[in-house]
């Protein structure tokens, strides 16, 4: 029998027919068609659709205003008042353009009787001459788009450090489940053998017991193992996902990658991922974005803390050709103006809007500051231990060797009659154990150094 096995080759147990999932497949899967990375994708879309919407706020209108009375065999009025109305973000200002066709015998006196067409202009002076609710809405739909995108890569780097963990925790359980099948076929063979050299004669009727014994031990080992290689299949079951976005089961033909479970991850300085922090972590930024969004809601709220003085503006001319005899003796005799002021006297709803959105920006602050100690702590924290663990899996590596070294030469005595059954068991027993914690060992490891990734928001 062979004992000098490294922990690689033990762990490779593979049938012929199975198949490799490699970390790199089943990520790529996960993030194509996994529920939660197509909602992340439409949270994007929201926002766009949102910005689209506010960008709404500016878009040109047409209005027509028609009425006419008839009574009594008598024209009464008639008005014929379509307009064309352009938004801009200049200052809030409106730009407009009209045509009036008005008549009837009791025509309002101040309507301009027959066909006549103006040009003018809406604007604010004072209040929203600055910013308003139509720029307010899109400036906060461009800041939305921009977080959505870092709460897409937020939703993306939990669900790709939950789908990492659980692919480990399944190369673990196969692992584990394979060096249990392999001690087992081991043991059954030397029962094998010492039953047959019993019936020669050359063993005692115990040496036959302590090598069923050690067989049923495997058998239960062996059995547990398969029951929790079940549950992990079934847990990465959870991240397996169609272009039809239908969920299905892992492929019993379907083995993980033992050899990258052997591997170390390169790992980045704590210091220098902290400082990318700010400009990567998605939590942190769509923060930032918040913030902006709520610098430009304390903006408008200002606004009402001022009085309202609106201007609008009208340059009249007869027929249907405003621009017609454009000049200064137009400018002088055709226009039409007015202005609008309001201002509350006691100003408290604008005062009580403006300290809540200050109050907000304060609060945001302190949300933002406490999430970046905590997320420096944390990439400290998980990269702390994997380094710990790091030593630890090398010391556990060595004691394997030194344990599988001990256990060959055990059998090579017990070959030569030199060396009890309990004994040699013992050494197997211990070879067992050292690579139980090395695979618990090794599986931990990978969850902390996925940890610091994940903790920076860099898992793509």
């Keep these: 029998m062979k004992y000098c096995l490294f922990l690689i080759g033990i762990f490779s147990v593979l049938q012929i027919s199975a198949q490799v999932l490699s970390p790199e497949a089943f990520i790529n899967q996960v993030k194509s068609f996994h529920p939660l990375a197509k909602q992340a994708g439409i949270k994007v879309e929201k926002a766009s659709a949102a910005l689209l919407s506010a960008k709404g706020g500016f878009d040109p209108t047409v209005e027509m205003e028609a009425s006419r009375k008839t009574f009594d065999g008598k024209n009464y009025y008639f008005y014929t008042n379509p307009e064309f109305k352009v938004p801009t973000r200049i200052g809030g200002m409106d730009i407009k353009a009209g045509l009036e066709d008005n008549g009837g015998l009791f025509l309002n006196n101040q309507v301009t009787r027959g066909q006549s067409s103006y040009l003018g202009l809406e604007m604010p002076l004072i209040k929203g001459l600055l910013i308003d609710q139509r720029r307010a809405n899109l400036q906060q739909a461009q800041i939305s788009l921009q977080q959505s995108e ?15 963990n659980t692919y480990w925790q399944w190369a673990g359980a196969y692992q584990l489940y394979s060096i249990y099948n392999q001690f087992l076929q081991i043991s059954r063979e030397r029962f094998r053998l010492v039953k ?34 079940a ?19 892992l492929s019993a033909n379907l083995v993980p990658d033992t050899v990258q479970f052997q591997m170390y991850l390169a790992s980045e300085d704590p210091d220098k991922l902290i400082e990318r922090v700010n400009q990567e972590n998605p939590s942190i930024r769509s923060l930032a974005f918040e913030l902006e969004a709520l610098e430009v809601e304390r903006k408008l709220k200002f606004q009402s803390l001022l009085p309202s003085l609106n201007l609008k503006a009208n340059m009249l001319n ?9 000049g200064g003796a137009l400018l002088q005799n055709n226009y039409m103006w007015g ?97 139980e914690k090395l695979i618990q060992l090794r599986a931990k490891y990978l969850k902390a150094s996925y940890g610091v990734n994940w903790a920076a928001g860099i898992l793509r």
Excluded at 204 to 212: C, K, M, Y
Excluded at 231 to 249: I, K, P, S, V
Excluded at 410 to 415: D, G, I, K, V
């Design 150 to 164: 870092q709460d897409r890569l937020k939703m993306q780097n939990d669900l790709l450090f939950d789908a990492y």
């Design 196 to 229: 047959l050299a019993y019936l020669n004669g050359d063993r005692a009727v115990i040496d036959t017991i302590e090598a069923l014994t050690q067989v049923q031990q495997f058998q239960m080992m062996q059995a547990d193992a398969k029951a929790k290689l």
């Design 231 to 249: 549950t992990a299949q079934l847990e990465l079951g959870n991240y397996l996902w169609n272009e039809n976005d239908a969920a299905y089961l």
């Design 318 to 326: 007869k027929g249907y050709n405003v621009m017609k005899d454009f």
């Design 339 to 435: 202005v609008q002021f309001k201002i509350p006297i006691f100003l408290r709803e604008g005062q009580g809007s403006y300290k809540q959105a200050k109050l907000k920006i304060a609060e945001t602050n302190y949300e933002l500051n406490l999430k970046q100690w905590n997320t420096a702590n944390k990439i400290r924290s998980y990269f702390a231990e994997a380094s710990l663990l790091k030593d630890q899996i090398s010391a556990a590596q060595q004691a394997y060797n030194g344990y599988t070294a001990l256990l060959k030469a055990e059998n090579l005595r017990f070959q030569n009659g030199e060396s009890s059954l309990f004994l040699l068991n013992t050494r197997e027993n211990k070879v067992i154990e050292t690579a």
